[in-house]
């Protein structure tokens, strides 16, 4: 028996190599940057788009297959073999220039434009393997630009489900239903397959890498990409003039009694 | 004369203890001393009164270093926090608290007591765990908690010099700033102080990399019993073999001879590239088997090698889940044994690599059911958290009776055996719960043999504490081991010290305390007795 449309939901889950969340940062030396000779990791929400989409596949058992995606330099085939630890089934690397070409790090519009070439691939290599569901994170924690989910959408006029804290799928039916997270509450929204979600923070709590399953990653293959084999441009089209820290805090005084208190208030305008 | 007035306070201790302490003699005999009879209030110190506290207060800088229930200035309440220790197990009656905000100060106010007769006991973070740094009756609490800036740091040899009221986890982020790391982390780092570390010779998590503070430590500042201030801070010489080397003595003197109130301490470069792994495992034989093969992949590169139980492991856990975390699935197979493995080195792929070879072998060779790589720095962070959080979640679940024994890595996890089918045949623990003792978990520092076993009770009980105690010290002496490997004497273990030490030992302690405080004013009724 031929199995019906959503029992192959194939997942694709965009992964990004940030600066790790824990490092602290400083501006690089140009003073157009920020100093990238420090740890990386995974995008934070990205981890969490990974865990979803393994859990929706132990949960559901509507997807098939789980392909994990970075547009990056060379080293972002660390971030990819994270998620095959986890636990996702094969991964696609896009190699980019190494920094500091702009390239390296490529703007939203162009990364969305690189997701849409690799899902038209996935298309044109028959049904069974083509994406139906994209969950990332909703935005990288290094740039904090938090649009390449929602121009992804727009670009496959696919429907989208942004900032979910809870994502359900109804195998039989191809229903999706994403609880949002805004401004004082949440939303809930439905829409058929195929849709791009993006996470925030309480939509799943990452697993770590098992020692298994990292040795399994290994050996499985990551294909390599370059820009053009999917026939997209990924230089930018804007230029970063400068980046600058915030104002440092200044420290306070401590004051004897409450006449020389309320003298410090007036000397401020404060009273 | 004070010589004599030693030996009549120590014989003042002595005597009313309803038995001897242990000493060699008696390592097999089966007296008790329960932890709630304490001993009794030596005569041979003076009473505060509140004409002392005026002469106090003149010695000192600010009205704020001086509190008292005699001069009205604190209540009993204010004073809690220096008279109760970490675990509220012990609980003194101390009357004043003292916190000096110079090395002047501390020594003249050591003077004023030296020359009194008034007991004095010094306290830094109060984190100790044998009942070490409060009063036992109404000594004076003499806080080094003003004394805390870094006075110096030599970025090329990595020197440091800090007063000893520093907080071990501010020196150790200010040293971070510089690329350097204190050579030792324990739990307890948010609140210990770097003078107490020193004072108790701590071991913590990262000795097996760093070694223990008798060798990291170059030189001390001491004020001694009399009030003299000892500048041993030296230049900071590595090399130095001239005399005695007189630091030593005070490197886990537990302030019975001296109060340390500067540090210089050699600090390594921070490792760059950090990695944690955790396993679970069958058996203790394969945690065994897992250190051996660890040290053979990892070499230098290794910077701790901590082990746990499964019990130890379910209640971290739950306390986790209580504590309202995100249930973060950590193994698809759990094990009755965890042990978690940091390497820290200069370079990434280097030491990935190195990993890597270790892990391939682990998995190929079945010694391990399960493991997990931190793949951030969060993941290192929670993934220390498993064993982190063990004293903690001990804690929460009790009335603890912790015991910190060091004993040959192969016997080690037979102790916890022993003292589980002990209290179960007693009746006080139950497999299924319900028992007066709710828990017994294992843990501890595989690479430097070090076992804690942490008992949670319902509540300190004397029945319960005859079971346990001296039981647990004679199962450690039957292997050679010792009864205290990194939590010291104070007043827990005071009397129990012929488990480990011979007599000739223990005589010649006493005479070094002679030696330096021959009234006996500091930290009486505990260490040597």
């Known amino acids: ?271 | 004369m004070q010589r004599t007035s030693l030996a009549l306070a120590r014989r003042a201790i002595r005597s009313t203890r309803t038995t001897p302490a242990p000493i060699l003699s008696t390592r097999h005999s089966t007296q008790i001393r329960f932890a709630s009879a304490l001993p009794p209030r030596s005569s041979a110190f003076a009473q505060l009164t509140e004409s002392n506290i005026t002469d106090l207060r003149a010695l000192l800088s600010a009205p704020t270093s001086l509190m008292s229930t005699l001069d009205g200035s604190a209540s009993e309440d204010d004073l809690r926090p220096f008279n109760d220790d970490w675990m509220n197990k012990y609980h003194g009656k101390g009357q004043v608290v003292v916190k000096p905000k110079t090395v002047e100060e501390v020594s003249k106010v050591m003077k004023y007591c030296w020359d009194k007769g008034i007991a004095v006991v010094p306290q830094g973070g109060n984190t100790g765990l044998v009942g070490g740094s409060t009063p036992i009756h109404d000594e004076l609490i003499l806080n080094l908690s003003n004394l805390n800036s870094i006075r110096s740091f030599d970025t090329v040899s990595g020197t440091l010099t800090v007063d000893a009221g520093a907080i071990l986890e501010t020196v150790d982020n200010e040293l971070a700033s510089h690329g350097h790391i204190f050579p030792l982390d324990l739990g307890a780092k948010g609140s210990c102080q770097i003078g107490g570390n020193v004072a108790t010779n701590a071991g913590g998590l990262r000795l097996l990399r760093y070694g223990s503070l008798h060798g990291s430590v170059l030189g001390l500042e001491v004020v001694l019993p009399d009030g003299t201030i000892w500048d041993g801070l030296g230049g900071g010489l590595r090399k130095d073999n001239t005399g005695f080397d007189m630091k030593q003595l005070f490197i886990g003197s537990e302030g019975t001879i001296g109060i340390i109130t500067g540090i210089t301490i050699l600090t390594p470069k921070r490792p760059s590239a950090m990695n944690v792994a955790v396993f679970s495992l069958p058996s203790y034989e394969a945690v065994q088997k897992v250190y051996t093969e660890t040290k053979s992949h990892l070499g230098e590169i290794l910077s701790a090698f901590e082990f746990f139980d499964k019990q130890a492991y379910d209640l971290v856990r739950r306390h986790q889940k209580e504590g309202g975390e995100a249930d973060r699935k950590v193994f698809e197979t759990e094990g009755e044994f965890y042990v978690l493995v940091e390497t820290g080195g200069s370079k990434q792929e280097h030491d990935e690599e190195k990993l890597q070879g270790l892990l391939e072998n682990l998995m190929e060779n079945d010694l391990i059911l399960d493991g997990v790589l931190a793949q951030d720095t969060t993941q290192y962070h929670s993934l220390w958290k498993l064993r982190e959080l063990i004293p903690e979640s001990a804690g929460k679940s009790g009335s603890v009776y912790k015991y910190d024994l060091s004993v040959p890595v192969p016997k080690m996890y037979s102790l916890v055996e022993k003292m589980r089918a002990r209290l179960s045949e007693s009746g006080l623990f139950k497999e299924e719960g319900g028992g007066r003792i709710r828990e017994i978990v294992g843990y501890g520092h595989i690479g430097d043999g070090n076992l804690h076993i942490n008992i949670c009770a319902d509540k300190y009980d004397a029945e319960i504490e005859k079971v346990i105690e001296p039981y647990v010290y004679e199962i450690v002496a039957a292997e050679r081991g010792s009864i205290s490997a990194e939590h010291g004497l104070g007043v827990m273990k005071a009397p129990y010290i012929g488990y480990s030490k011979d007599q000739t030992s223990i005589d010649l302690m006493r005479r070094v305390k002679q030696m330096f405080d021959p009234k006996g004013i500091l930290n009486p009724y505990k260490f040597i007795l």
Request: net charge positive.
């Open chain 1, 1 to 271: 028996m031929i199995p019906s449309r959503v029992n192959l939901i194939n997942v694709l889950v965009p992964v990004k190599r940030a600066i790790d969340y824990a490092v602290k940062i400083r501006i690089a030396k140009d003073g157009k940057g920020v100093d990238t000779t420090v740890k990386h990791s995974m995008n934070p929400f990205d981890e969490i788009a990974v865990e979803e989409a393994i859990r929706l596949k132990e949960r559901t058992k509507a997807v098939t297959s789980i392909i994990a995606l970075s547009i990056g330099p060379a080293k972002s085939v660390e971030t990819l073999r994270t998620a095959l630890a986890m636990g996702a089934d094969s991964a696609v690397h896009i190699v980019t220039p190494e920094a500091p070409s702009p390239s390296s790090n490529p703007e939203p519009v162009n990364v969305a434009a690189a997701i849409k070439a690799v899902i038209d691939r996935s298309k044109a290599a028959g049904a069974d393997k083509a994406i139906d569901l994209v969950i990332m994170g909703k935005q990288a924690i290094d740039d904090d630009s938090g649009s390449t989910g929602g121009m992804l959408a727009g670009m496959l006029g696919w429907g989208q489900g942004t900032f979910a804290s809870k994502l359900d799928v109804d195998k039989a039916s191809g229903k999706v239903e994403v609880t949002r997270e805004i401004d004082g509450g949440l939303s809930r929204i439905e829409s058929k397959l195929p849709i791009v979600v993006t996470t925030d923070l309480r939509l799943s709590e990452p697993r770590y890498a098992s020692l298994p399953n990292i040795m399994k990653a290994k050996k499985k293959k990551i294909e390599s990409l370059k820009p053009e084999d999917l026939g997209i441009d990924l230089s930018p089209r804007m230029s970063v003039l400068s980046v600058s820290e915030p104002p440092k805090r200044v420290g306070g005084g401590k004051v004897e009694n409450v006449d020389e208190l309320v003298q410090k208030l007036k000397e401020g305008g404060i009273v």
